[in-house]
């Protein structure tokens, strides 16, 4: 992806297997964390799924959540894929259950 700020991508995904949920959070990091400033990139975004139901996406700043299935994504050998996902300076969090 041309433009994307690969050295401060910051990604992280925490699983429960016990609650059956997984939690991926990413962010750009060295980057002006005040909305008015915000940065965003669209990403491709892929991470280990063992199980999901009803996920959402949560953006804990504004606390608006939106269903994962609005994005166009892809799931293959327990890998998750989201597509165009907007990766910016305020964290996203993916919470698959």
């Known amino acids: 992806m041309a433009n994307f700020d690969y050295a401060n991508f910051r990604g992280y995904v925490f699983q429960d297997t016990v609650n059956r949920r997984t939690v991926a959070a990413v962010w750009i990091?060295?980057?002006?964390?005040?909305?008015?400033?915000?940065?965003?990139?669209?990403?491709?975004?892929?991470?280990?799924?063992?199980?999901?139901?009803?996920?959402?996406v949560l953006d804990p700043i504004t606390g608006e959540?939106?269903?994962?299935?609005?994005?166009?994504?892809?799931?293959?050998?327990?890998?998750?894929?989201?597509?165009?996902f907007p990766v910016t300076s305020s964290p996203k969090i993916i919470i698959m259950k």
């Not at 939106?66 to 166009?72: A, F």
């Open 29 to 56: 990091g060295n980057a002006p964390t005040d909305v008015i400033n915000d940065v965003s990139y669209l990403a491709q975004i892929t991470f280990k799924v063992p199980f999901h139901e009803n996920s959402i």
């Open 65 to 84: 959540t939106v269903r994962v299935s609005s994005y166009k994504y892809s799931e293959s050998a327990g890998q998750f894929t989201i597509l165009n």
